[in-house]
């Protein structure tokens, strides 16, 4: 098997990962995001450590790093805790589509931050993939989940602006181990206050459930880091939206959810968005003539 082969394996079993992340999340009942955000996270930073010793590398980060190590781990805290609160208010498919929204703020980001050009076709995805967000969110002062959704799309904005700072620490060099144990322990530290000053006591199977969700989001971690060692993020970015398929299988089985049909337009709209900059980045053979 080449490495593109075993580099989609991976991000798929990454996907699968963070879909059963995402459910647990759920499962969990009426926790605190903050308290949810937590026990995802000292689970990885438990598993990130132990990477660390045991691959005998650094705790300490390059020279000049840090800013955006703490702008990597702040945005994506907040995306975090955003996408938590939002998977316990609305359906588990809605919630985990307007999180995937974060590779179109990935472009938007490095637009502004990186000083990359912005070509006809990317415009167009970024535009058509927030129209498919108002088919999920549906507008409107009568829905009640309007305030949750801003909010879920307010944490795929957190991701998009914190994958930024990870492609930028990628290309400085920064050791990927150590960005995820440095991410996991400022999540920690960031919502330890709330966990003490508000902490909810949870039933024994609500622990599983936390626990659960950081095993998920560990294996997902781990996945889609060997993936995108094996093979570039152009060639097998797009196998990631899997997750919207595994959530809303998971959300039908266990949780009984069926998404309306105006969310099914909006991840329609989404997903084939991806698939387009997929197809464009690989330079597929329609896209031939466009000069970059």
Known sequence: MNKKYKAVIYIILSALSFAFMNMFVRMAGDIPAFQKSFFRNIVALVFATAVLIKNKQSFRWKKGN?????????????GIVC???????????????LNKMSPFFVI??????????????????????????LFVIKPSFQNIDLFPSMIALLGGMGAGFAYTMVRILGNRGENSSLIVFFFSAFSCLVTLPALIFDFHPMEW???CMLLGA??????????ITAAYCLAPGRE????????????????FLFLGEVPDIYSFIGYALICSMAVLMFLYNNNKWIFRNDKK
């Open 66 to 78: 840090f800013k955006y190590l703490f702008l990597r781990s702040l945005t994506g805290t907040v």
């Open 83 to 97: 996408n938590f609160y939002a998977l316990g208010k609305i359906p588990l498919a809605d919630a985990s589509i």
């Open 108 to 133: 938007i980001f490095s637009i502004l931050i990186l000083k990359e050009k912005l070509t006809l076709l990317q415009g167009i995805a970024v535009f058509t993939a927030f129209i498919g967000t």
């Open 205 to 207: 199977w609500q622990v």
């Open 214 to 223: 950081g095993l998920g989001a560990t294996g997902g971690q781990f996945g």
């Open 236 to 251: 097998i970015s797009v196998y990631d939206y899997s997750q919207i398929i595994f959530v809303t299988l998971l959300g």
